[in-house]
């Protein structure tokens, strides 16, 4: 039974570039969900994508963007990047709507200079 | 929205003693609140949840109790080992506005032997 996967592990990035983030749901699960880690945190909350919308969303500002694929996988898209955009990101899936359980991937490492 | 606050942040216990970790949240309408345990340089895996029509849950070494009136939960873990060392993540969920986790700090546990 497949888990949840993300790619890439890791990322370097310059100020002001863009990033794209990959996650394929466990097998089973339909819904998406991203975090956001930064070190010593816990993760925080970023959007939701179900039935290829968006859901619910955070605080998080425009520049983070998303996308949910028919085959539910999904992608986190965050454009001119900070400094403070540094951090794990985590992608977590779900089965409906209003699944609870939540089982997480294994992130990727953002680093942004 | 939703706040989560976690006690304490960080708890060091001998083999063998109990560990206990409490949550307070804020949002009444929060129905769900799981567990996640973090290993260093791991993705977070949940370990144990309730729902708001319960008051308490056990597995094994691990148990979780719900005070609704109060908005407190709590994680206890019993017979603590040296693999029980990780950071410890609470949540609450109010799933009828969507499945979002709010998470709190975090509690990093050791376990000496």
């Known amino acids: 039974d497949a888990g949840v996967t993300q790619s890439p592990t890791h990322l370097i990035k310059t100020r002001g570039q863009q990033v794209t983030l990959r996650c394929s749901p466990k097998?089973?699960?339909?819904?998406v969900s991203w975090y956001q880690q930064a070190l010593g945190q816990g993760p925080q909350f970023i959007f939701q994508y179900y039935e290829e919308e968006e859901r619910q969303r955070g605080n998080f500002p425009d520049r983070f963007s998303g996308h949910q694929f028919p085959n539910y996988s999904s992608e986190l898209n965050v454009n001119a990047l900070l400094l403070g955009d540094s951090a794990l990101y985590l992608c977590?899936?779900?089965?409906?709507?209003?699944?609870?359980?939540?089982?997480f991937g294994p992130g990727t490492r953002l680093t942004v200079t | 929205g939703e706040n989560v606050e976690q006690h304490p942040s960080t708890l060091s216990v001998q083999e063998g003693d109990s560990a206990v970790i409490k949550c307070t949240y804020s949002?009444?309408?929060?129905?769900?609140f799981p567990w996640y345990k973090q290993e260093l340089g791991k993705r977070p895996q949940l370990i144990i949840d309730i729902r708001s029509n319960v008051g308490e849950k056990k597995d094994q070494r691990i148990a979780v109790t719900l005070n609704k009136t109060a908005k407190h939960f709590s994680l206890h873990i019993t017979e603590t080992q040296p693999e029980d060392s990780a950071v410890y993540f609470c949540a609450a969920s109010a799933t009828q506005a969507g499945t979002a986790l709010i998470f709190g700090k975090g509690t990093t546990l050791s376990v000496s032997s």
């Open positions: 949002d009444s309408a929060s129905n769900y």
């Open positions: 097998s089973g699960h339909d819904t």
């Open positions: 977590a899936s779900s089965l409906g709507p209003r699944g609870y359980e939540q089982y």
